[in-house]
């Protein structure tokens, strides 16, 4: 027996039975049943689908005729109206989806697997191939940009056989020259089309009409703002910001109450709708009110860095209470609490990793000699310890000198970094200015940065005389030698 044999022999076995058959008398369901199964499986009863007599299998009482099984939905895409293409185990399916339902085969050209093969005979190709290798000659039209059959112009350009044949042709919306591949409308008139479009479909997500109409009018704006086509690709962001408001509002509040809700982060990434708002009236944006927002969120970190029940949380808690106390009393800001919280974290940190809670003189005395300038900053949260826990630990009194010499090992770093650099722009000099001010004179570092050019004098023999408040400071030229000297 050849094996052709075989595999027909195989194809024609029954699988209710497992016996060979001459004849498949039906595939249901993609199980085949020979003529001694199908009369002992199918018996003749009522369709429970359309009410005729049909032959059925006695083991599934939902079961309906072939008339009802092609008369279903497609079983993938669920269109009601087409050719069926397909009776899968799954139901009928159209001939759109019928390809998906197919064994992948290899490529004959390529031999990627593939559900999708086919023969083409534009370009002489005898064997099945994918898609790939059947749309060789295919690409973005150079003139609409549409992905199609492409040939070569008299100018050189690729061109789909529309723009090739037709050229530029005058839109039939606005009548502005659109090239012919684009087909009923410009690009400038699809973009305008499909926001207007979607504002539409986000505008029935409201159940205010006075918030459909406020992000009707929003929507329209961002089209003269960034342009349509942008503002199509990013409407429905917005949606959930507006629908936020309409539950809790119902319309926009002021300032002061989008700012509680949202906070300052937040508002930041809704910077369009808040412009919008602006400038339509609706609200008045305070700095100060976004920079108390942003204090309280760092706070809020700040605070979070413990675990809560922790004695680094307990202490850090009760130092912020106490301050609360003071801000109510206006006798403090919220920006001071911050700057005051930041360092007293710290502190615990540092007390934290000596395992010495609550800190005593050690840790703050290890903590100052790293960080001198944080002292302070640090006087609220110690005088809270030594009063409130009766920790025996006091400010040491700030060293001078030690500051001074780290001062000027920094000056000087950064003179040597300028003349390295080198220079004679107006700006490079008065960076110099500034730094050899501040090292050889004491003077902060911004007076050379924004002391007036009529109070600088070049000197011939190289160096600055500099005044500043009534008194003449020298100042080196960018020459190490002069500085040596």
Known sequence: MTDTDMEHLKEQQC????????????????????????????????????????????????????????????????????????????????????????????????????????????????????????????????????????????????????????????????????????????????????????????????SSPQMAAFFEAFGQWLGRKVGAKKAASTIHRYLSFFIEIEQQWKEIPKYDMLLAHFGTLRLRRMLLPVSWMEERGFIVPSAVAKEDDSNRRRITTILNKFPTGSPEQVLLSGYHQLMIKSLEADKTTIGSIRLALSPAAALLLKAKDMKCMPPNQKVLDTYLETTPGQRAALSGFICYLRDTHEVKITLPKPNTEKAQRNRKKKLEAEMLVLMQEGGNSDEFMRRWLSVALAYFHGLPKKVGKTMPNDQIAEQENGGFNVTWKEQIYWVPSVDINAIRT
């Open 15 to 206: 699988d209710e039975c497992g016996k060979p058959a001459v004849k498949i008398w039906r595939v249901y369901k993609g199980h085949r049943y020979c003529s001694t199964c199908y009369a002992r499986v199918f018996k003749r009863r009522i369709c429970p689908g359309c009410g005729n007599f049909a032959r059925l299998p006695k083991n599934q009482p939902n079961a309906v005729c072939q008339r009802c099984e092609i008369n279903k939905p497609c079983a993938r895409c669920g269109k009601t109206d087409y050719e069926i293409g397909k009776i899968t185990i799954y139901g009928p399916v159209c001939n759109a989806c019928l390809p998906y339902f197919h064994e992948p085969k290899p490529c004959g050209l390529c031999g990627k697997l593939s559900i999708f093969l086919s023969r083409v005979k534009r370009l002489n190709i005898e064997v099945p191939v994918c898609p790939s290798c059947a749309r060789p000659d295919h690409g973005n039209c150079q003139a609409c940009r549409r992905h199609r059959l492409l040939t070569e112009a008299p100018d050189g350009r690729m061109l789909c056989n529309v723009c090739l044949e037709k050229g530029n042709v005058p839109c039939p919306e606005c009548g502005e020259t659109m090239p012919a591949g684009y087909g009923r409308r410009c690009e400038a008139c699809y973009w305008k089309s499909l926001l207007e479009k979607r504002i539409k479909m986000d505008c029935a997500a409201f």
